[in-house]
């Protein structure tokens, strides 16, 4: 079945730009999701991208997408303490499928 | 409702004893969710429902788990005979068929 990996932690200076990297194992995943989860929080859609695109960019969000590798990316620019949280990379095979989570990145901000 | 809600927020039961969480999906959302996240993992998919029926249970560790959604709507998730195991947050999600998916502040479940 698919298999989602992530990093467990990162840790990065307030200010600096946060890139979390994500790989998957089935090449017919066709919707790549980034979900956002605050400490005692439910998880929040925070973008998501389409399998025939390598780029999406939403204020200070940059999804990346490596099909042939397989390696998915979420850049944050600016990182604020706000953005404090587990981030968790998702994949489904159509609109409506099941989505697989990776086990999430903790990222940690510096002051 | 503005948002998916989940009912209860949190429930302590005793092993061996029966649970029932419920789902209240948006309004108008065809697709329903259930996923279960123990502490320090991702979300674990359990079962998927377009309409009234299950699409997809494969997520589903075993018998004593079942999942309804009678009208295509509310959903619950029934544990029978529950174990110390079973402890988590059960997560709700629901979709209009577009891919994104909206979820619930989850059901914390504590088997004693």
């Known amino acids: 079945g698919e298999d989602v990996e992530q990093s467990l932690f990162l840790s990065v200076r307030e200010g600096d730009s946060s890139v979390i990297n994500c790989t998957y194992t089935?090449?017919?995943?066709?919707?790549l999701y980034w979900y956002k989860q605050e400490p005692g929080a439910g998880l929040q859609l925070l973008t998501y991208i389409f399998s025939n695109m390598d780029m999406k960019q939403d204020q200070r969000l940059t999804v990346l997408l490596n099909k042939k590798d397989k390696h998915l990316s979420l850049r944050i620019a600016d990182t604020q303490t706000g953005d404090s949280a587990i981030y968790f990379c998702a994949v489904g095979y159509s609109s409506a499928s099941k989505i697989i989570f990776g086990s999430g990145t903790r990222l940690s901000i510096r002051p | 409702g503005a948002g998916v809600s989940q009912t209860p927020s949190n429930k302590v039961t005793e092993k061996g004893k029966y649970v029932e969480l419920r789902c209240d999906p948006i309004s108008g959302h065809t697709a329903l969710y259930w996923y279960r996240q123990s502490l320090g993992q991702g979300p674990e998919f359990l079962i998927y429902?377009?309409?009234?029926?299950?699409?997809?249970d494969s997520g589903l560790p075993n018998d004593r788990f079942f999942a309804v959604r009678p009208e295509g709507s509310v959903s619950t998730l029934k544990i029978q005979r529950t174990e110390r195991g079973d402890s988590a947050v059960y997560l709700c999600?629901?979709?209009?068929?577009?891919?994104?998916?909206?979820f619930g502040e989850g059901s914390r479940l504590t088997v004693l």
């Open positions: 089935d090449s017919s995943s066709t919707y």
């Open positions: 429902f377009q309409g009234t029926g299950a699409a997809d």
């Open positions: 999600a629901s979709g209009a068929g577009d891919g994104e998916l909206f």
